[in-house]
């Protein structure tokens, strides 16, 4: 493990933190009838009863909640996938996670229930299908090359939104509904998405924490793993388990986000100057970055785009970008 | 030609017929085949009718779009020496996509307000569409081959960026249509998800004259396309000029590829599967190939838009949903076995 300054870190994480924070205040105070900095505070501090006080504490302030706690949960998710595939292009999106996650959470929506725990266990279901799928595919003898795991996720990814689109379109969803819900965003999200999502993603995030010896040994390759006492087989599967679940608690809330879970840990990795940063310091900036990201691209799609374009196109773009342009840079470290 | 070669095209044709009239039969509506029969009477029922306006000329459309993608796939995949080569798997529809949409929010900012109210294909000329999106198209697919170049094209490499500069190009289209006029996005969205619904011989023909060409440029091209079936010193010995021959045929390809995404939007995986079934059926012979392609392309996506409309009529499923449901399995055996050949 590299040392990196703490002075940095700890800079870099109030950075993020207040980044995180004025996305979401804006979110809070800005709308389609402005309240106000000022008097956004207050009504979240006390309810007066108004309609300005409504919109502010029961659908404002949820909606900006989830998007932070997406952003996070992503994060990290994508975090667990760069670690299991030892390479910083890994992402729920990229390996067929949140496409199954959208699978299960489509068939339980249209075909069984809208109950909220059920949503979450066929999203996880369908997750942990995906990855199953992706990490069989991808498997050879020498191992599970990244760029593999990469493509075989993308084939996996593909079959399972077609599969989604299908399942919503006969259960007679119009076009436009699924599409939106597709493109992930967080427009009329509110707080029983947020019950919903809260329980399992903190549960699922302090355990990630619990993990991190693991996730250290994991860093190295199976034999030096192995010699230092670990068993890498155990730790791979905990931190895809773990990956599997808070890709698809978000789902479930946000839809299918991509790319999130890919930027974040490289923002962190960029903010803590290292390129093997301390793990479980990582891991927390990761959070925290993803958390800012979401809550400002879903900010800055409701102020720009009037609350018509989902906060998943705005990160799908940037997010593609910055993939290529890190891939085709690091290509060859990285195959 | 031998004999065998001869049946197989015979019993390929055979097929495409048979699915283009239960194709005409089928549908939201079922016909029989006497109403099927009237078709060709003089004064046509009303079932007979619908039949000649809508089913069709989306019949049409689907086998054009297939022979198209179908094509355009076995000369990428010939041209890349790339298995898993197809045009809408590395950014060539989504490019074409994202130019029709800001071509269409153009044309109804430039166009006065009380017509940019209703549907976008009245605002932009249809003509204009094909080399819109065949614009587009080329724009992507230089894209793609730039930003996945390193010594030469790797086929996982051109695969994994051309598969997410296709979502990162989907964004854009989505921030585009969703900040357009509700009008719009109705009709942007459907034409997105590759979908046959309510095409009709205003949205083909535009689209012939580019195909046309392409497909006699690759018929031309057939000699060079079998030289480069080799590397490119191979190639040069038989006399096959290497920097005129590829871009010709990729451009060729591309073109083709562009003007069937013009039709219906995006239809994935054709041109990654049709030219593996034909090899499958088939064997090496290029000439062989470039018909069985024609011939599976236009089966293929017939066959798809048909299920889509049986499978839980009256609901449509967009002919691209099938094809991706069908096409994304075998993408992934065909990965797999990439992965197999690059470790042994």
């Known amino acids: 493990m590299i040392g990196f300054p703490p002075a940095r870190a700890a800079g870099f994480a109030a950075v993020l933190t207040v980044l995180c924070a004025a996305a979401t205040l804006l979110s809070v105070s800005a709308g389609a009838h402005p309240t106000g900095l000022g008097r956004a505070l207050i009504f979240l501090w006390a309810d007066d009863g108004t309609n300005a006080s409504y919109a502010v504490r029961e659908l404002r302030l949820p909606r900006a909640l989830c998007a932070a706690g997406v952003g996070a949960a992503l994060a990290l998710s994508g975090a667990l996938i760069q670690v299991v595939i030892r390479n910083p292009l890994g992402d729920p999106g990229l390996t067929g996670v949140t496409a199954g996650s959208a699978f299960g959470v489509a068939i339980s929506l249209t075909l069984l229930t809208a109950a909220p725990t059920l949503l979450v266990a066929a999203g996880i279901c369908g997750g942990a299908l995906a990855a199953a799928l992706t990490f069989l595919l991808a498997r050879s003898d020498a191992g599970l090359e990244p760029l593999r795991v990469i493509l075989a996720g993308i084939a996996v990814a593909v079959f399972f939104l077609a599969a989604t689109s299908a399942v919503m379109i006969v259960s007679r969803s119009s076009m436009q509904t699924l599409y939106f819900w597709m493109v992930g965003g967080f427009i009329n999200r509110g707080w029983a998405e947020w019950a919903l999502f809260w329980p399992l993603a903190s549960l699922a995030g302090l355990a990630v924490f619990a993990i991190t010896p693991l996730l250290r040994l994991l860093q190295f390759d199976d034999a030096t793993a192995a010699s230092l006492g670990a068993s890498a087989g155990l730790g791979r599967i905990a931190a895809v388990a773990l990956s599997v679940i808070l890709a698809a608690v978000s789902v479930a809330v946000a839809g299918p986000l991509a790319f999130v879970g890919f930027v974040a840990p490289h923002l962190a990795r960029l903010g803590l100057g290292a390129r093997y940063p301390d793990m479980a310091t990582w891991l927390a900036v990761s959070a925290l970055a993803g958390a800012a990201l979401v809550a400002s691209a879903d900010a800055a799609t409701r102020s720009l785009f009037a609350g018509r374009v989902p906060a998943g196109a705005l990160i799908t773009i940037l997010g593609g970008v910055v993939f290529l342009a890190l891939a085709r840079r690091g290509f060859d470290n990285a195959r | ?344």
Request: hydrophobic share 60%.
């Open chain 2, 1 to 344: 030609m031998r004999g065998s070669t001869r049946r197989l095209h015979a019993l390929l044709m055979g097929a495409g017929l048979l699915v283009a009239l239960l194709s005409l039969r089928y549908g939201a509506i079922e016909a029989s085949w006497l109403d099927l029969a009237e078709v060709f009477s003089a004064d046509p029922g009303p079932l007979a009718a619908a039949i000649i306006e809508l089913r069709l000329p989306r019949t049409l459309c689907a086998a054009v779009i297939g022979i198209y993608l179908g094509v355009s796939g076995l000369v990428f995949q010939t041209v890349l020496r790339n298995p898993l080569a197809d045009p809408t798997l590395f950014g060539i529809s989504s490019g074409a996509s994202l130019a029709v949409i800001t071509a269409m929010g153009v044309a109804s900012a430039l166009s006065p307000s009380e017509l940019s109210q209703g549907a976008a294909s009245s605002v932009l000329p249809m003509p204009l569409v094909p080399p819109i999106a065949l614009g587009g198209g080329l724009a992507a697919t230089l894209l793609v081959v730039w930003l996945s170049w390193r010594d030469g094209l790797l086929p996982l490499r051109l695969v994994l960026f051309g598969a997410v500069l296709a979502v990162a190009l989907n964004g854009v289209v989505m921030v585009l249509v969703l900040s357009l006029s509700e009008a719009r996005t109705e009709l942007a969205i459907l034409w997105l998800a590759g979908s046959l619904y309510a095409r009709d011989l205003a949205n083909l023909w535009p689209a012939l004259p580019w195909g046309v060409a392409g497909l006699g440029v690759i018929a031309l091209a057939l000699p060079w396309l079998s030289g480069l079936r080799f590397d490119a010193d191979t190639a040069r010995g038989f006399g096959v000029s290497t920097a005129l021959a590829v871009p010709t045929l990729l451009a060729a390809a591309a073109g083709l590829a562009a003007s069937a995404v013009s039709i219906a939007g995006p239809v994935g995986f054709v041109g990654l599967l049709v030219p593996h079934i034909a090899r499958l059926l088939y064997g090496p012979n290029l000439s062989d190939l470039l018909i069985g392609s024609v011939l599976i392309g236009g089966l293929l996506v017939m066959t798809s838009d048909l299920l889509g409309r049986i499978i839980a009529p009256p609901i449509e499923i967009p002919v691209g949903i099938v094809t991706s449901l069908i096409g994304a399995p075998i993408f992934a055996l065909l990965i797999r076995r990439q992965i197999i050949r690059a470790v042994s």
